[in-house]
C-alpha cells in the first residue's frame, strides 16, 4: 500500500502547477480556443498600441520627431535569432536589413516611406529551425512638411531607368523665382515622385549642394550664408550627418557659395568667393586651411579683367585635378590639385580650347562633370542669351586644342533654366539632367529618350541631385 501512495505524492506537485496555470479548471483544448479568439490576438487598431505574434510579440511604432516619414518599429523577440521588418507600400513586402538578435525587446528602423501614406508592417524572425513572419500591423507616416513644394511626376518607362537609381537626393527652394531667398528643402524622393524624406535649411540659409558622403554612411550638405546674410560667406559651413538627424560633424567653410567636393582623409574643397574674386580653398581634416588657387592671379597672368565666380566644381580623382566652371566668363578651368597649376581653360576666356561644331559652344554653363569614358559633360544655354537648357558632351582633343560635340540632348524641347542646373552619367549609360532654376529633372537614354521626368511646377531652384541605390546605408 506504501509505492501507491507514494506515487500520488510524487505526482501531486506537477498537476497542482498545471491547474494553478490554467486558472478555472480550463483543459488544453479551452486553451486553444481563448488564444484564438481572446484579446492578444484581436487585430489592433491602427495606432501605435501593441500587435501580438507567436514569434514576435508586441510589435509597435512611432514617427521619428523631427522627420515623419522615418519609422521605428519595436516588438519583443520571444526567441533568438536573424530578425527584420518588412514594410508594405505598393503591395510589395520590402525588407528591412536583418540583424542577429537575442530574445528580448528589438527595434527597427524603416526607411524609404512616402510623406502621408498608409501602409503595412510585419516582422519575420528565423530562429535556425526554420522562419515566422508575424501578422499584418497597419501603420502610417505623417504629412508632407508644411511649405514644402510637392513633386509631379510626368514620364516614367521603369524598364529604361538606371538600375541602381531607386532614390534621389536633392535640395529645392520653396519659393518660386529662380535665384532668389526663401526656405531650402533638403529631400529624398523614390522613382514615383514621392518624398519619402524632408528637411528644411534653417535660416533662410540656402543649400545647393548635398550628396552622399565618400564613406557611404553620411549625407554632406552645405548652409552657406553667402546668399542669405551677404557675408560674403563668412558663416558658410558644410554639414556631416546621418538620415536620423545624427550630427557627426560641421565644418566651417568660409566663402562658400556653390559647390564643395570631398577627398579622401575627411577633406574638403570649396570655392571661396568675396565681392570681386574667388579662391579653391582646401580644408585638411585637422581644421588647417590653405588656398590652392587665385583666380584674380590667373586672370592678372591672362590679361582679363573679369569679376570671378564659379557655380560648380567637380575632382577628377584618377587625375587629380579639378573642373572649376565659371559662369562670370563662360569658362570651365581644369587645376591641379598638387601645383595649383591650369591644366586646361575651356569655353570663351584668352587661350581657351576652340569648340567643333562652332554652334555647340557653352554658355552660362553649370554642372560640369568627367564621364568614366574621359568626355566632359555639363548643363548649358543653347545658345548665347538663350534661356533653354541642353547637356552637352564633349570629346577633348588636347593635340588640337578643341572640344568636339559627340552627344547632346534638349536642344528643340523648350525646358528653361535661368541659372543652375547639372548633367551627370549615370553607371548604366543614361543621364541625369537637371534644369536648375526650371524645377524640372529628366532621366534620358543615350537615344534622347525621357524615362524618368519629375517636375516641381514652377522656376524653383533645384540643387545637386544624386541617385541612391539604398537609404539605410545611411543610418546608425
Known amino acids: 500500500m506504501r509505492r501507491p501512495l507514494l506515487l500520488l505524492l510524487l505526482l501531486w506537485p506537477a498537476a ?44 509597435r511604432w512611432r514617427l521619428h520627431e523631427e522627420i515623419a516619414s ?20 505598393d503591395g510589395t513586402w520590402v525588407p528591412t536589413p536583418s540583424a542577429v538578435r537575442a530574445a528580448g525587446p528589438a527595434e527597427q528602423i524603416a526607411m524609404g516611406i512616402p510623406f502621408g501614406t498608409s501602409f503595412g508592417l510585419r516582422v519575420m524572425v528565423d530562429d535556425g529551425s526554420g522562419a515566422w513572419t508575424s501578422s499584418r500591423r497597419e501603420a502610417a507616416t505623417g504629412a508632407l512638411p508644411s ?15 538606371e538600375p541602381s537609381g531607386r532614390f534621389l537626393v536633392g535640395s529645392v527652394n520653396a519659393s518660386e523665382g529662380g535665384w532668389v531667398a526663401g526656405v531650402f528643402w533638403k529631400w529624398i524622393m523614390d522613382r514615383q515622385g514621392r518624398v519619402v524624406w524632408a528637411l528644411a535649411t534653417p535660416d533662410h540659409r540656402w543649400t545647393l549642394w548635398m550628396t552622399p558622403a565618400r564613406n557611404g554612411a553620411d549625407l554632406l550638405w552645405d548652409e552657406f550664408t553667402y546668399w542669405s546674410d551677404w557675408d560674403s560667406g563668412l558663416g558658410s559651413r558644410v554639414h556631416r550627418r546621418r538620415l536620423d538627424g545624427t550630427e557627426v560633424a560641421i565644418y566651417a567653410t568660409p566663402g562658400g557659395h556653390h559647390a564643395f567636393v570631398e577627398l579622401p582623409g575627411d577633406v574638403l574643397v570649396w570655392g571661396a568667393a568675396d565681392p570681386v574674386s574667388e579662391t579653391l580653398q582646401e580644408r585638411a581634416s585637422d581644421g588647417t586651411e590653405r588656398t590652392l588657387w587665385s583666380c584674380s592671379d590667373f586672370h592678372g597672368e591672362i590679361g582679363v579683367a573679369e569679376r570671378c565666380q564659379s557655380n560648380a566644381l567637380f575632382w577628377d580623382e584618377a587625375a587629380d585635378t579639378f573642373l572649376y ?41 553649370h554642372g560640369v562633370t568627367r564621364t568614366p569614358s574621359g568626355t566632359l559633360l555639363l548643363s548649358t544655354h543653347a545658345s548665347e542669351g538663350d534661356d533653354e537648357a541642353v547637356a552637352r558632351e564633349y570629346a577633348v582633343d588636347d593635340e588640337a586644342r578643341v572640344l568636339r560635340q559627340v552627344w547632346s540632348f534638349g536642344e528643340g524641347l523648350g525646358t528653361q533654366a535661368r541659372t543652375n542646373g547639372e548633367a551627370l552619367r549615370l553607371p548604366g ?27 516641381f511646377d514652377s522656376n524653383r531652384l533645384l540643387g545637386h541631385t544624386t541617385w541612391l541605390g539604398d537609404l539605410y546605408a545611411l543610418v546608425p
Open 16 to 59: 497542482a502547477c498545471h491547474r494553478e496555470r490554467d486558472t478555472g479548471g480550463e483543459t488544453a483544448a479551452d486553451t486553444d480556443t481563448d488564444a484564438d479568439t481572446g484579446d492578444t490576438d484581436a487585430a489592433p487598431p491602427d495606432t501605435g498600441t501593441p500587435a501580438t505574434d507567436a514569434r514576435a510579440l508586441q510589435i
Open 70 to 89: 522615418i519609422v521605428y518599429v519595436t516588438w519583443d523577440q520571444v526567441v533568438p535569432g536573424t530578425s527584420h521588418v518588412e514594410v508594405d507600400v
Open 147 to 161: 511649405g514644402f513644394p510637392r513633386p509631379r511626376l510626368v514620364a516614367a518607362e521603369p524598364s529604361a531607368w
Open 429 to 455: 549609360g543614361n543621364t541625369l539632367h537637371n534644369y536648375g532654376s526650371g524645377g524640372v529633372l529628366k532621366e534620358v537614354t543615350p537615344e534622347g529618350r525621357v524615362v524618368w521626368q519629375v517636375t
Open 325 to 365: 566652371s565659371f559662369y562670370t566668363t563662360d569658362s570651365v578651368l581644369e587645376v591641379a590639385h598638387a601645383t595649383g597649376e591650369v591644366v586646361r581653360v575651356l569655353g570663351h576666356l584668352p587661350g581657351a580650347y576652340t569648340f567643333d561644331p562652332e554652334a555647340s559652344a557653352f554658355w552660362w554653363q
